[in-house]
């Protein structure tokens, strides 16, 4: 093996260039590799005026793990279609679109706060109705 390093930059750029599919295989073999989880690195989101208001009471812990339920796809089920997939590279196109034809209906289980709430907003924009569980 060639002793060639990359830099912190090059390593940056081969990543941006990286597929969804790619980053995620890229990553569990990371995991793998260093016996590390990447959602164990989460740090939990802190700021904000619930985080304010939660501190003058009892300390409660914060929710850190959520389900992604899409409660109803609205009028574009297309859209909803194509975001579900894009955020679940795993879904086929059938079944996705089943997913989303049995809304009330869990897209994305067990996923960090940030995970969460972009899959919301994402899936949101794209014309369904989301709920954080």
């Known amino acids: 093996m060639a002793d060639k390093k990359l830099s ?14 790619e980053l995620s295989e ?3 073999m ?5 016996g590390v989880s990447a959602q164990a690195m989460v740090a939990p989101q802190g700021a904000g005026a619930a985080a304010g208001a939660a501190a003058s009471e009892e300390p409660k812990e914060e929710q ?10 609205g ?3 297309i859209a909803v ?7 679940v590279p795993t879904l086929g196109l059938k079944e996705a ?3 989303v034809d049995a809304a009330p209906k869990e897209a994305m289980t067990q996923v960090n706060k940030k995970t969460a709430e972009e899959a919301k907003v994402k899936l949101t924009t794209a014309g369904a109705t989301v709920e954080l569980k």
Do not use: Q, W
């Open 64 to 73: 850190t793990v959520f389900n992604v339920v899409i409660a109803s796809s």
């Open 81 to 87: 279609i194509k975001a579900l997939r894009e955020l």
């Open 8 to 21: 912190k930059d090059d390593l940056i750029k081969a990543v941006e260039e990286m597929s969804v599919l």
């Open 26 to 28: 890229f990553v569990k």
């Open 97 to 99: 679109k089943d997913l």
């Open 30 to 34: 990371l995991e793998e590799k260093f």
């Open 75 to 77: 009028a574009n089920k």
